[in-house]
């Protein structure tokens, strides 16, 4: 296992970025929100125009957003103050990009660098960086943390999960009950379980503490092309989103049976992350379309709100501490947020 230490350097950028708003007039009438609502995306350009943003994370802590670059040997992550609009740039010695993060306790970011292969452990405060290199030949997709603080890594291509136990600095292989299930997006809910999309057609419910996996099949249904899941408020509702159709899936976990819910019936959309707002409603990345879906569980109604740029490929969504929905956009080097207007 090779470790790395250094320090990177953070670069303050403010007043630097273009501000775009587009209101979507079509007034939406849910069950849950106040009627006659609708929205508005206003979108904050990232200063380096050439940047390509993916998977916003929210740090309730210092009210930031913060997304890697995955354009190559960018080497950077950047940080959004959602209050001030400043961007900052972290760049990251010996990472040529940065795709997923995920946040641990003291505030510290866990990422992947894809390409070097590596797993990346980076402190704001002090700018101190130290990246491992990561024992797998899969595409690596997702990252998420268990309660005792350990990483789990998903890939595809792959029939193993990879768990880095953070206190002895060793991973561990843990075989899918399938093989080759290309584990992909990874969710966890309040008891510290772990929820994931397999592209074969499952969803699997991973103990991290007993390292155990099961897999749940729909029986009259398919899912084709699975690749993020989202728990609902509650914990008692899986969802999934299906990238091979305009669509999302749910799995009730007391019963375990799956629903199909049909989108927009747009096969261009290709729905990928999800995010919750305030209201309890469910915003869906589309991936291939300057749209996001938003859908409303207690009537299994959905509408689409239009992104300003033209080619967003907005994949992955994020909610902050008041349920405002950001959003990321590689095509349009822009981090976004939805408001809500009545």
Request: proline share 7%.
């Amino acid at each position: 296992m090779m470790v790395i230490v250094g320090l990177t350097v953070a670069t303050i950028i403010g007043a630097i970025f273009l501000t775009l708003t587009f209101v979507n007039n079509s007034s939406l009438d849910y069950s849950s929100l106040p009627k006659k609502t609708s929205f508005s995306i206003t979108e904050y350009k990232i200063p380096d125009l050439t940047s390509s943003p993916l998977f916003p994370v929210y740090d309730n802590m210092r009210h930031v957003i913060w997304v890697g670059d995955t354009r190559n040997n960018s080497s950077r992550i950047w940080e959004f103050d959602i209050i001030k609009h400043e961007f900052v740039e972290h760049k990251l010695d010996s990472v040529r990009y940065v795709t997923v993060i995920t946040l641990d306790s003291d505030g510290n970011l866990w990422y992947i660098d894809p390409a070097s292969r590596f797993l990346g452990h980076y402190n704001p405060n002090n700018q101190t960086n130290k990246i491992i290199k990561i024992p797998s030949n899969g595409t690596l997709t997702s990252i998420v943390l268990d309660p005792a603080g350990n990483v789990w890594i998903s890939g595809t291509s792959s029939d193993v999960f990879l768990k880095y136990y953070v206190h002895n600095a060793t991973f561990l292989e843990i075989p899918t009950p399938t093989p080759h299930a290309s584990p992909l997006g990874m969710a966890k809910d309040k008891s510290g379980t772990i929820w994931v999309a397999e592209a074969i057609g499952a969803l699997a419910r991973v103990d991290p503490t007993l390292n155990k996996i099961t897999e749940y099949h729909p029986h009259d249904i398919k899912l084709k092309i699975p690749v993020a899941t989202q728990l609902d408020p509650g914990d008692a509702i899986v969802y999934i989103t299906e990238h091979g159709e305009d669509a999302l899936f749910s799995f009730d976990t007391k019963s375990e049976n799956f629903v199909r819910h049909a989108l927009h019936h747009d096969p261009q959309a290709l729905p990928y992350g999800m995010a919750f707002d305030k209201h309890g409603n469910l915003w869906v990345a589309e991936h291939t379309v300057n749209k996001v879906a938003v859908f409303v569980p207690s009537t299994g109604y959905s509408t689409e709100i239009q992104i300003p740029s033209p080619n967003p490929l907005t994949q992955w969504l994020a909610a902050d501490e008041e349920g405002r929905i950001w959003l990321a956009e590689p095509g349009g080097a822009a981090i976004g947020v939805i408001n809500e207007t009545n």
